[in-house]
């Protein structure tokens, strides 16, 4: 079936050649394209479903949706999103069929939105923006104004919008409006193409888990002045765009202290508490990356280690005083070993399995310093690995698993595999998918070594809890 390619021109026709591995282009819709450009500057000219939903790997877009018509994302919640590295699937309100990682497709109608929660306090939520358009309108001196608004803020809370280039620099927080919302317009100097936006609970207030927040992303576009000045280096705009923040904040929210960054980072990372004059420094001036892994350490050692003390209290276990160490495995069996006596240890490894795998996983995984690419393989394997593991009590695992010459899924159950190879199926399903195909054209050329033997591990010494992330 012919379909709009990914990261085609829009009205122009494709079709995705299995033996070339491309997608190849009609010829009977590029000759016009020329023309209209030279006509109407405001064409767009990238779709925005790049990184979407893969069948095959092919570009998927609802056959029920023009890409013009108004939609409306709901931020699927059965697919975490609490990491910059974890893609994101949406539901649409009025189409069933659509998915994506990215939010790009609000940019084709002004009417569109996403909906999304704070399910807690603590909870952030990341979104996948690309923005490929630019470097096109950049080469028919086309200037473009992109703004992204925050909106629909629950009465009572205070919501925070920050945009990240692809390098993890931080470009761009929103600021009020005086309507109840809050919106920022990206810099016209940062040519990324690829941003995240975080949406996070500001000052300690309480988030509402009822309540939907909203994000709007608009374009104007008009004719560059190409005799002014091209300005400072990339590096110069950061650095003033950072010191105008700092000195827009608050005087009781501006950091006076001598630390730098990276001794701010280093002791969110440990744990010792945080006034809301370093927090608003490091959410200015260090990268996400940075931030992340600091705050991975931060909510480790302050919200769940203490959870997990007082939980193997209450299983009869004391063992404030004690060295352990704790390891994970893909499956989410865990391994207690150290000074303890064996019933205690099975007890442990009981107690962390049945209320704290997850937390254990996602606060590992995120304080690691793994590329992003890295990060969605061990995660993926354990995803496919888990869901196996208790869906079909183990009859099958990734080794059964193989992918034929039409892009279908095979090697499981005939009823499992049509839920995976159908488009209709949720959310869930569809993640599992695209991370079998991920991982399965990884394999053919590296092997699965290294992912299949992955195990994330923690020492215990007393009150104080170590991840190990060499």
Same mark, same amino acid.
């Given at each position: 079936?012919?379909?709009?390619?990914?990261?085609?021109?829009?009205?122009?026709?494709?079709?995705?050649?299995?033996?070339?591995?491309?997608?190849?282009?009609?010829?009977?819709?590029?000759?016009?394209?020329?023309?209209?450009?030279?006509?109407?500057?405001?064409?767009?000219?990238?779709?925005?479903?790049?990184?979407?939903?893969?069948?095959?790997?092919?570009?998927?877009?609802?056959?029920?949706?023009?890409?013009?018509?108004?939609?409306?994302?709901?931020?699927?919640?059965?697919?975490?999103?609490?990491?910059?590295?974890?893609?994101?699937?949406?539901?649409?309100?009025?189409?069933?069929?659509?998915?994506?990682?990215?939010?790009?497709?609000?940019?084709?109608?002004?009417?569109?939105?996403?909906?999304?929660?704070?399910?807690?306090? &603590?909870?952030?939520?990341?979104?996948?923006?690309?923005?490929?358009?630019?470097?096109?309108?950049?080469?028919?001196?086309?200037?473009?104004?992109?703004?992204?608004?925050?909106?629909?803020?629950?009465?009572?809370?205070?919501?925070?919008?920050?945009?990240?280039?692809?390098?993890?620099?931080?470009?761009?927080?929103?600021?009020?409006?005086?309507?109840?919302?809050?919106?920022?317009?990206?810099?016209?100097?940062?040519?990324?193409?690829?941003?995240t936006i975080k949406v996070e609970n500001h000052g300690g207030r309480n988030a509402d888990a009822e309540q939907p927040y909203r994000i709007r992303i608009t374009e104007e576009k008009f004719q560059k002045d190409t005799t002014a000045d091209g300005g400072q280096e990339y590096?110069?705009?950061?650095?003033?765009?950072?010191?105008?923040?700092?000195?827009?904040?608050? &005087?009781?929210?501006?950091?006076?202290?001598?630390?730098?960054?990276?001794?701010?980072?280093?002791?969110?990372?440990?744990?010792?508490?945080?006034?809301?004059?370093?927090?608003?420094?490091?959410?200015?001036?260090?990268?996400?990356?940075?931030? &992340?892994?600091?705050?991975?350490?931060?909510?480790?050692?302050?919200?769940?280690?203490?959870?997990?003390?007082?939980?193997?209290?209450?299983?009869?276990?004391?063992?404030?005083?004690?060295?352990?160490?704790?390891?994970?495995?893909?499956y989410g069996k865990i391994t207690v070993t150290g000074d303890l006596s064996e019933e205690e240890k099975q007890t442990a490894a009981r107690v962390l399995e049945e209320q704290f795998?997850?937390?254990?996983?996602?606060?590992?995984?995120?304080?690691?310093?793994?590329?992003?690419?890295?990060?969605?393989?061990?995660?993926?394997?354990?995803?496919?690995?888990?869901?196996?593991?208790?869906?079909?009590?183990?009859?099958?695992?990734?080794?059964?698993?193989?992918?034929?010459?039409?892009?279908?899924?095979?090697?499981?159950? &005939?009823?499992?595999?049509?839920?995976?190879?159908?488009?209709?199926?949720?959310?869930?399903?569809?993640?599992?998918?695209?991370?079998?195909?991920?991982?399965?054209?990884?394999?053919?050329?590296?092997?699965?070594?290294?992912?299949?033997?992955?195990?994330?591990?923690?020492?215990?010494?007393?009150?104080?809890?170590?991840?190990?992330?060499?």
């Amino acid at each position: 079936m012919a379909q709009k390619h990914p990261h085609g021109r829009k009205q122009e026709t494709y079709r995705y050649d299995r033996k070339q591995k491309k997608w190849q282009r009609s010829r009977t819709a590029a000759g016009q394209m020329k023309g209209d450009l030279e006509l109407n500057h405001i064409y767009n000219i990238t779709s925005p479903l790049t990184g979407g939903s893969h069948y095959g790997n092919k570009g998927f877009a609802s056959p029920m949706k023009e890409l013009n018509e108004q939609t409306v994302l709901v931020e699927n919640c059965e697919n975490k999103n609490d990491s910059y590295r974890q893609k994101t699937k949406y539901d649409d309100k009025t189409d069933s069929y659509y998915s994506t990682y990215d939010i790009g497709i609000l940019l084709q109608n002004t009417d569109s939105y996403l909906e999304g929660k704070l399910e807690t306090n &603590e909870d952030t939520d990341y979104y996948s923006f690309s923005y490929a358009q630019r470097s096109f309108y950049e080469k028919m001196e086309i200037g473009t104004k992109v703004t992204i608004r925050l909106e629909h803020i629950p009465e009572d809370c205070d919501y925070d919008l920050v945009v990240y280039d692809t390098q993890g620099n931080q470009i761009g927080m929103a600021k009020d409006t005086g309507d109840g919302s809050k919106e920022l317009t990206l810099p016209d100097w940062n040519n990324s193409g690829c941003y995240t936006i975080k949406v996070e609970n500001h000052g300690g207030r309480n988030a509402d888990a009822e309540q939907p927040y909203r994000i709007r992303i608009t374009e104007e576009k008009f004719q560059k002045d190409t005799t002014a000045d091209g300005g400072q280096e990339y590096d110069d705009e950061i650095e003033k765009l950072h010191k105008e923040q700092y000195h827009s904040l608050p &005087e009781d929210e501006r950091y006076t202290g001598t630390k730098t960054v990276e001794e701010l980072l280093e002791k969110k990372a440990s744990g010792k508490s945080m006034d809301k004059r370093e927090e608003a420094y490091l959410k200015i001036f260090a990268s996400l990356q940075e931030y &992340e892994r600091a705050a991975a350490g931060s909510r480790m050692k302050n919200t769940w280690f203490p959870k997990i003390q007082d939980a193997l209290e209450k299983a009869g276990l004391d063992l404030r005083e004690r060295e352990y160490a704790i390891e994970m495995d893909l499956y989410g069996k865990i391994t207690v070993t150290g000074d303890l006596s064996e019933e205690e240890k099975q007890t442990a490894a009981r107690v962390l399995e049945e209320q704290f795998s997850d937390e254990l996983w996602d606060c590992h995984m995120q304080a690691s310093d793994y590329t992003t690419e890295e990060y969605r393989r061990i995660d993926a394997y354990r995803e496919i690995s888990g869901f196996l593991q208790k869906s079909t009590n183990g009859r099958y695992s990734w080794s059964d698993i193989s992918v034929d010459e039409n892009g279908k899924i095979r090697g499981l159950s &005939e009823k499992m595999c049509q839920l995976l190879n159908s488009q209709e199926c949720n959310g869930r399903y569809e993640q599992l998918r695209d991370d079998i195909f991920m991982l399965y054209d990884y394999e053919k050329t590296y092997g699965m070594q290294g992912l299949s033997d992955y195990k994330v591990k923690y020492e215990v010494s007393g009150s104080n809890i170590k991840m190990i992330t060499d």
